[in-house]
């Protein structure tokens, strides 16, 4: 049985290191990640593979096993000068975990080489900014005062950010830290700008909507926020707008830093949510350590949960109460949180791992879902603001991330995982050095998929997964492009419908197949998540893009995705084999799973609905 779950699986003695890597880091095999990788660095002759190697090797050394050493020595290995901005945000990244602010700072600093992509250029000014405003929200938080010097370089990073924020409006991690920037250091009309750019797309336009009273408020609140004009009332009431817009640690920073923190009683609203601020930090912290020990083996989740509720029974008096604090109650406190600020509240399994989900909603609707001849309504609920999205996510670093869930009440979207995508995808296809880099990666991927399909007809083939989503994106674009768009018109157009496109695979159709799905207690966790996958192909606006995730380096894994993206694999194979001869330019000698790209729309929703057992 062992043998053969290797075998559908698609490992196999032949797999190259830098595949054996990604599938171990991708299913938390710490130990299996790390021979593979060393082994990448050993022999694998292709750049981009020895970059991610050693930058991952690193991550690991330092994020996981608290080794700065190790960390620093893999980075010195760095495929130089293309890896130098890898290592650049390695550095950063490693010395701010460690509290080195000034070491951060000095990486940030390096000179980088000319010849690096756009988004590494945009992440670059992000880093150089977050090496200082970070550490000051963070002393900011802690009420302690931020040095001059320090406040001199915020706002010399708020006037570097602005720009960008301003020339790529909806990017996530510069509206972020230039909003942080710009409240530390009091520029009101700069926190506009970064606010609107954070919540441009993805929170709705609607007079109920969570964000439409603090958005009004804030519209007419932030330009008049500056250093030494802004009033009592104004300073505070851009607190409280803040605050309901889920600015929570901005909101106490500007709070803990006007002239107001010095009187003898804050506004109890106001205290309210310094304090909560504070908890949702202490939350964070404790959490990511106690991911780090269960990816390390050696965590103790009963312990985690009793930290957890003993820093929920510190903010329980904390919280505005008409008269004396009930007595505390864990899940009394996850219901005040959702009614004071928003708060979704999860603590469960996922993948077989205990573990949190914890964000704040922007967008709180209901929705009509529709799948062959079965509907279920449901309410349509985006997070941000977040505190924990598992620990999947937290042990994939950015490589993939938890998009959602649904149950017979709501689907829940991760909004920051959506609303960047769009664009920098439109930036990476604008980008002339980074296309060049796409193609080399793809081909040399696409051959050592060839290679593996000879002896494996289904496994995780990245060149194939790289395929698909260049030609999908590619075919938007050209659509566009063939309806007369040009200039910010296309852009405008291919970022919203790329960004509609992704909620309506993975949102409305997988989370909503799940909620159709929850009549029915007998299905188990592997056949929710497989008929889910299929609904997200076959009710995609753009069917290849909707192979992301499932095409994916956990393919044929112990967990319920992994063992529902090889069911689907399977099963489109499957229907290949039986429709050949339909398919334009399919070549029988070849291992037919690579030419899924040759299936036309129709057919590959065609492929998943047959093997579904409510399309038949």
Same mark, same amino acid.
């Given at each position: 049985? /062992? ?142 005062? /931020? ?35 710009? /409240? ?79 009187? =003898? ?98 967008? =709180? ?18 997070? =941000? ?25 709501? /689907? ?205």
């Amino acid at each position: 049985m /062992i043998a053969l779950s290797i075998v559908l699986a698609g490992i196999v003695p032949s797999d190259p290191p830098f595949v054996r890597a990604e599938r171990a880091f991708m299913q938390h095999e710490l130990a299996a990640a790390e021979k593979a990788y060393r082994e990448v660095m050993a022999e694998d002759t292709v750049t981009d593979h020895r970059i991610e190697a050693a930058a991952t090797l690193a991550n690991i050394a330092w994020r996981v096993h608290q080794d700065t050493g190790s960390a620093n020595r893999w980075l010195a290995r760095m495929p130089l000068p293309r890896g130098r901005f890898a290592t650049v945000r390695e550095r950063v990244l490693m010395r701010l975990a460690f509290g080195n602010a000034a070491g951060a700072q000095a990486a940030a600093e390096k000179r980088l080489p000319s010849a690096i992509t756009a988004s590494e250029r945009q992440e670059a000014v992000s880093l150089k900014a977050r090496a200082v405003i970070e550490p000051a929200l963070t002393a900011r938080l802690a009420g302690q005062p /931020i040095p001059r010097r320090d406040q001199a370089a915020i706002e010399a990073r708020v006037s570097e950010l602005l720009p960008l924020v301003e020339g790529a409006p909806g990017l996530l991690e510069p509206a972020r830290l230039l909003l942080a920037g710009a /409240i530390l250091s009091a520029n009101g009309p700069a926190a506009l700008t970064a606010w609107r750019s954070y919540y441009l797309v993805g929170t709705g336009d609607s007079a109920s909507a969570p964000l439409a009273a603090p958005r009004q408020a804030l519209d007419t609140l932030l330009p008049r926020l500056r250093r030494g004009l802004a009033s009592p009332e104004i300073t505070l009431a851009t607190v409280r707008a803040l605050a309901g817009s889920r600015w929570f640690a901005a909101a106490a920073a500007l709070a803990l830093g006007s002239d107001q923190a010095a009187m =003898d009683s804050m506004p109890a609203d106001v205290a309210e949510v310094i304090a909560y601020a504070r908890f949702v930090a202490d939350v964070q912290r404790t959490t990511d350590e106690y991911y780090r020990r269960t990816l390390l083996g050696t965590s103790d989740s009963a312990a985690w949960r009793s930290a957890l509720v003993y820093r929920g029974a510190r903010l329980w008096p904390r919280l505005v109460w008409t008269g004396p604090p009930p007595v505390y109650d864990a899940a009394a406190l996850a219901t005040e949180l959702a009614r004071r600020f928003g708060a979704i509240v999860n603590v469960g399994t996922t993948a077989g791992y205990e573990d949190l989900h914890y964000g704040h909603s922007v967008l =709180d609707a209901r929705r009509e879902v529709r799948q062959y001849g079965r509907e279920a309504t449901v309410r349509f609920v985006a997070l =941000d603001a977040l505190v924990s999205n598992g620990f999947q996510s937290w042990a994939w670093n950015g490589r993939a991330g938890h998009g959602g869930w649904a149950n017979a009440e709501m /689907i829940v979207q991760v909004r920051p995982l959506y609303a960047v995508e769009p664009l920098e995808v439109w930036g990476a296809l604008h980008d002339s050095t980074g296309r060049r880099e796409e193609a080399l990666r793809i081909a040399s991927d696409s051959a050592a998929d060839l290679a593996r399909a000879r002896t494996t007809a289904v496994a995780y083939f990245p060149g194939l997964a790289a395929r698909l989503e260049r030609d999908g994106r590619r075919a938007l674009l050209d659509s566009l492009a063939g309806a007369g768009l040009t200039g910010t018109e296309l852009e405008a157009a291919f970022t919203r419908e790329l960004g509609s496109a992704t909620v309506e695979s993975s949102i409305f159709a997988h989370e909503g197949r799940h909620a159709i799905d929850a009549a029915d207690p007998d299905l188990s966790t592997e056949e929710r998540e497989f008929r889910a996958k299929l609904s997200q192909v076959a009710f995609a606006p753009y069917p290849r893009l909707a192979f992301d995730g499932i095409v994916d380096a956990n393919l044929g894994d112990r967990t319920p995705h992994g063992q529902a993206n090889r069911r689907v694999l399977e099963g489109v194979l499957a229907w290949m084999n039986v429709h050949a001869g339909d398919v334009t330019g399919l070549d029988r000698s070849r291992p037919l799973l690579l030419q899924l790209t040759k299936l036309s729309d129709q057919q590959l929703r065609a492929a998943v609905r047959s093997i579904d057992p409510l399309a038949r």
